[in-house]
T-cell receptor
């Protein structure tokens, strides 16, 4: 069965720290991997990765895919309290159902 | 541009009652889906639709019905509510397979 595993499940850091969140996947077919941030309400899109080794960056957040290792990391540098959220990883395996399969998420808490 | 709109935001039901969660999008997206989110379980796909008149089951479809009579609307019906259906429900849409999902703000449902 295809699956996505995120680690750690939860993490508490201080403002200014750098964090790395992990996502590994076991899928029969792979087309893309997506990261979302979820605060109190709807998950919001961060990155979509399709090619190995190409880093996507947005401000203090960056992400990279390793297709050989079937994994991705999300880095957040100089964390702020506003980064506190659940970070979700999902993959898309292609096909007409457009389905995203999500991991359980990493709960990040940034303390002042 | 409203995006994906879900109503109601909160709902309390008694076991055995039925109700419909509403979802509407104004982005002309062909694909729409319903997820439920439970603590420690991530987001799990209930039902999805790849266009008006076409629906299919996801991972956890039991106890739920959907229909898609228009591109804009994708209601989720609970036929006979059970405590196991206590959850947060998210509707999401996207233009094409593999594109990021756009989520609504969720409906928090409690079944007593």
């Amino acid at each position: 069965e295809d699956k996505v595993v995120q680690s750690p499940l939860s993490l508490v850091v201080h403002e200014g720290d750098t964090v790395t969140l992990n996502c590994s996947y076991e899928v029969t077919n792979f087309r893309s991997l997506l990261w979302y941030k979820q605060e109190k309400k709807a998950p919001t899109f961060l990155f979509m990765l399709t090619s190995s080794g190409i880093e996507k960056k947005s401000g203090r957040l960056s992400s990279i895919l390793d297709k050989k290792e079937l994994s991705s990391i999300l880095n957040i540098t100089a964390t702020q309290t506003g980064d506190s959220a659940i970070y979700l990883c999902a993959y898309y395996s292609g096909g007409s159902n457009y389905k995203l399969t999500f991991g359980k998420g990493t709960l990040l808490t940034v303390n002042p | 541009n409203a995006g994906v709109t879900q109503t109601p935001k909160f709902q309390v039901l008694k076991t055995g009652q039925s109700m419909t969660l509403q979802c509407a999008q104004d982005m002309n997206h062909e694909y729409m889906s319903w997820y439920r989110q439970d603590p420690g379980m991530g987001l799990r796909l209930i039902h999805y639709s790849v266009g008006a008149g076409i629906t299919d089951q996801g991972e956890v479809p039991n106890g739920y019905n959907v229909s898609r009579s228009t591109t804009e609307d994708f209601p989720l019906r609970l036929l006979s509510a059970a405590p196991s259906q206590t959850s947060v429900y998210f509707c999401a849409s996207t233009r094409t397979g593999g594109s990021p999902l756009h989520f609504g703000n969720g409906t928090r449902l409690t079944v007593t």
